[in-house]
């Protein structure tokens, strides 16, 4: 059977320390990942991979489904997989997550390494030719990098489904494109050279102590969601402790700045090291080569929402004519950024198109 492998994205469904409080409405919030697998009835299997470049990754397997392997739910094999300087990804063979060398990574290494490197963990380790890739926000930028740029990569990959898919932000108006105006050097005194977005005691205090409150519930999803939109409609707000226990997950500050890059070129491309010196070391060139999506023929599915403060409709649009085996689209009006994932209709919506598509490929 084909597989089912899942990426997450800068503002992830996963990630943060645990167990520090217990009191909270939901055990999910003080739960790792294979804890919540679990919690729900699944099997879950571990484990690390190690890429090219020395980072750990944390690759998480649901190999069928609840209470026994004659039970295979839609019948397909789940990996989860996550990028580099996540909660669960946060280790290196030559550096310590305390050094700078650590951080020195954007969207580009996780398309050059961690995701070929979980890619053919998988097709190894289940003897599968083809797997399906599904990917949010940044799991989408990746994959758009890492699928025009490596044909062998690509050949493993029988579709990919894109949801709210990111490749220029020109339109974009979340906050996170108000960062593209702060200057370089000026960002890096506020921000510093290693981790953005850390998720610290505090965060997880927040989360189970304070947002669990009802007559707080609303401005603590007002915080969450001040990067990516709020969905007051669609939003289960009973498991607002548990989506702010594991996020933000943690990226570096270079990633951030590489999205800054990107909302004041409106360009798609590398990470731009700040002089043609280091240009040259990084990409042979003096200027940061650009990425060409028509180059990528693996078959797409794309899902975009119409409120999509990153994902803006606009930039999709311009993406789309882009894709040369676009075989499915389907833009959700009320959706944005976060809906794809926590929205209670995103089943109905997404999911079981997915699932559907997937079963008819197969049979």
């Known amino acids: 059977m084909w597989l089912l492998l899942t990426v997450t994205s800068l503002i ?11 009191n909270t409405k939901n055990p999910e919030a003080n739960m790792n990942v294979s804890q919540m697998i679990e919690y729900w009835g699944y099997p879950c299997e571990e484990y690390n991979v190690v890429t090219e470049d020395g980072y ?8 069928h489904g609840k209470k026994n392997s004659e039970n295979k739910d839609a019948g397909f094999d789940v990996w989860l997989g996550n990028s580099r300087g996540n909660t669960w990804s946060r280790r290196n063979l030559y550096f310590s997550p305390d050094t700078v060398e650590f951080w020195a990574f954007s969207f580009d290494e996780m398309a050059k390494y961690d995701l070929p490197a979980t890619i053919d963990f998988i097709v190894e380790k289940t003897g599968q030719e083809k797997i399906y890739y599904v990917g949010h926000s940044q799991g989408t930028t990746i994959g758009f990098i890492a699928f025009s740029t490596n044909p062998k990569l690509a050949e493993k990959i029988k579709t990919f489904y894109a949801l709210a898919p990111v490749a220029t932000v020109k339109y974009a108006t979340s906050l996170l494109k108000k960062l593209s105006y702060v200057p370089t050097f000026l960002f890096k005194l506020i921000f510093g050279d290693k981790m953005f977005l850390s998720h610290n005691f505090f965060d997880q205090f ?9 007559f707080v519930d609303l401005v603590c999803s007002n915080t969450l969601f001040i990067f990516c ?19 933000p997950a943690g990226t570096s500050v270079q990633d951030i700045l590489h999205w800054a890059q990107a909302g004041r070129s409106g360009k798609f491309q590398a990470f731009d090291w700040g002089s043609p010196y280091l240009n040259m070391i990084h990409f042979n060139q003096s200027t940061p080569p650009y990425y060409d999506v028509t180059a990528m023929t693996v078959p797409i599915a794309v899902w975009n929402g119409g409120h ?3 994902a803006d409709p606009q930039d999709v ?7 040369s085996n676009l075989i499915y689209h389907k833009e959700i009006l009320p959706y944005n950024h976060l809906d794809f994932i926590w929205a209670m209709d995103a089943p109905q919506e997404v999911y079981n198109e997915i699932v559907s598509m997937m079963t008819e490929d197969k049979n």
């Not at 927040?206 to 009802?214: D, G, K, P, Q, Y």
């Not at 649009?317 to 894709?323: A, F, Q």
């Open 308 to 310: 999509d403060l990153l």
């Open 12 to 22: 992830s469904a996963l990630g943060t320390t645990h167990g520090f409080l217990e």
């Open 229 to 247: 939109g709020f969905d007051s409609k669609n939003f289960n707000t009973s498991r607002l402790d548990v989506y702010l226990s594991h996020n």
């Open 56 to 63: 750990i990754l944390g690759v998480y397997r649901i190999p």
């Open 206 to 214: 927040l989360a189970t102590e304070v947002c669990s409150r009802e």
């Open 317 to 323: 649009d311009d993406l789309l004519p882009k894709l």
